[in-house]
């Protein structure tokens, strides 16, 4: 059975994958969460006392820890949420794992989208007038981007469990040159998924995404879900997303299926 590999984004740390990790445990896989540079510590203690350098950490160090514990493994299967999943994007890029599904992407290649929320979050977060100050997101702001299809008490408490400060610089890397990939060559395949009322990676973007792998012989699936926020991972149904990543990932490894988006 295939060791399972997930990469949080922006944000929120690796517990956020735990209920993940039990379920895919549950069903024979082991798994592990990884945990971003300056992230290991509970969002509670992160929030009260961010790192003092959180504000300098750029994509390119995460990329590289990411890589070094992905090593550590016999080509995982690789399951990334927003950047976490531009991340598992450049691993599938450079062959290091079996299988990657990306949850809520970010996209590769300085991709874009004309969509009024994400220009408004991703223009917040990159400011260029805030330097490297690390962003905040409050309940507020999590609850009018991240989990926007909570209602509010909900939200407040996944923001309290989960939520962190972050490195502006991560974001802005990602429309840089550490953002690349190679979208014309054969690759592993590939799972595309997103939430339909997610308001930082628009639906669009997400299939722009997928559709921009071209080699017509490697698979890329795409799944779109309804209902559902950039906090799909965590938002009440969770486990249905769960299971159709479950059972994407067990037909490609026991009778792989054809490029469909």
Not at 97 to 110: E, F, G, M, Q
Not at 112 to 128: G, Q, V, Y
Request: with cysteine; hydrophobic share 40%; aromatic share 10%.
């Amino acid at each position: 059975m295939k060791d399972i590999i997930f990469i949080h984004g922006m944000f929120l740390t690796a517990k956020s994958w735990k209920p993940w990790e039990k379920f895919f445990g549950a069903r024979g896989y082991n798994c592990r969460s990884l945990f971003w540079p300056l992230h290991e510590d509970e969002p509670a203690i992160l929030r009260s006392n961010p790192p003092a350098n959180l504000g300098d950490l750029h994509l390119d160090e995460v990329v590289a820890s990411m890589t070094h514990e992905i090593l550590k493994h016999d080509k995982p299967v690789v399951i990334g949420h927003s950047v976490g999943g531009l991340i598992a994007q450049l691993l599938a890029n450079k062959d290091l794992v079996s299988l990657a599904v990306t949850i809520s992407s970010v996209a590769p290649n300085a991709m874009l989208e004309f969509d009024w929320n994400f220009i408004k979050n991703s223009a917040l977060i990159t400011n260029p007038l805030k330097g490297n100050k690390p962003f905040v997101m409050d309940e507020t702001s999590f609850h009018q981007f991240f989990a926007n299809t909570l209602d509010k008490s909900t939200s407040d408490i996944a923001w309290e469990d989960y939520a962190v400060y972050d490195s502006r610089n991560i974001l802005r890397d990602c429309m840089g040159p550490v953002g690349q990939v190679d979208l014309n060559k054969p690759h592993i395949p590939l799972l595309f998924i997103i939430g339909e009322e997610d308001k930082i990676i628009p639906v669009a973007l997400a299939q722009k995404n997928a559709r921009a792998y071209t080699d017509s012989e490697s698979i890329v699936n795409f799944k779109s879900f309804p209902q559902r926020s950039h906090f799909i991972c965590g938002e009440p149904g969770w486990e249905e997303v769960a299971d159709y990543v479950y059972t994407w990932i067990k037909g490609q490894q026991t009778e792989p299926s054809v490029k469909l988006i």
